[in-house]
């Protein structure tokens, strides 16, 4: 079956715009997670979405990132006003439910603000 | 004092050889244990979880010593394709994500 999937694949955006990073978990997966992961580093959580709950935004490291998961599948991540400590790999995760602790994760998507 | 720690490697083998990464965890709330592998720029994937007990999967085992807070992986008979960095991961009660470390890095050589 068709796993996480992730677009755009790489993205190469000048410092100060906006981007928009798209994730599609595995169908029937109730929990979506975002983590990025800069060059040398472990995964950094950002973002998790649980069914219908409000999504735990605790791990967001500024008011420039902002998620949001429609319909309670498909996920955009947001990065307003990039800056180049922004660039990293982004990497979405799904699982099947709370302490589904199983996740699958995306390709990512590889940032690079210049 | 980082949740999880792990020696960043790398850990350099010949085929065939036993090779063993522990990896520390701080809060002793954690409940659930993983090791998860990622090759180069690829994403992670669940590799094994960590039992209490133990557990064996083929050429690998993993082992949890709560008292301590430490998880062992042995991989014994290395491969080529055994080549990737190992991630420590742990999930503790309150938290609704997993705790990667950062990682340790093997490469077995022909």
């Known amino acids: 079956g068709a796993g996480v999937s992730q677009s755009p694949s790489n993205k190469v955006t000048e410092k100060g715009k906006d981007v928009e990073l798209r994730c599609d978990p595995i169908?029937?997966?109730?929990?979506l997670y975002w983590y990025r992961q800069s060059l040398g580093q472990g995964l950094e959580f950002l973002i998790y979405?649980?069914?219908?709950?409000?999504?735990?935004k605790s791990g967001l490291p500024s008011d420039r990132f902002s998620a949001e998961r429609t319909g309670g599948s498909v996920s955009t991540l947001t990065i307003q006003r990039t800056q180049q400590e922004d660039s990293a790999v982004y990497l979405c995760?799904?699982?099947?439910?709370?302490?589904?602790?199983?996740?699958?994760f995306g390709p990512g998507t590889r940032l690079t603000v210049t | 004092r980082k949740e999880v720690e792990q020696d960043p490697g790398p850990f350099n083998v010949p085929e065939g050889a036993t090779v063993a990464f522990n990896c520390t965890y701080s809060?002793?709330?954690?409940?659930?244990f993983f090791w998860y592998r990622q090759d180069c720029r690829k994403e992670p994937k669940l590799l094994m979880s960590?039992?209490?007990s133990g557990n064996e999967d083929g050429r690998f085992t993993a082992q949890l010593n709560r008292a301590s807070q430490y998880i062992s992986l042995l991989i014994r008979d290395s491969k080529l394709s055994d080549s990737a960095t190992y991630l420590c991961?742990?999930?503790?009660?309150?938290?609704?994500?997993?705790?990667f470390g950062k990682g340790t890095m093997l490469l077995v050589s022909p």
């Open positions: 809060n002793s709330a954690s409940q659930s």
């Open positions: 979405f649980q069914g219908n709950s409000a999504p735990d």
């Open positions: 991961v742990v999930h503790h009660s309150g938290y609704s994500t997993l705790t």
């Open positions: 960590v039992y209490s």
């Open positions: 169908s029937g997966h109730t929990a």
């Open positions: 995760a799904s699982s099947a439910s709370l302490g589904g602790f199983e996740q699958y």
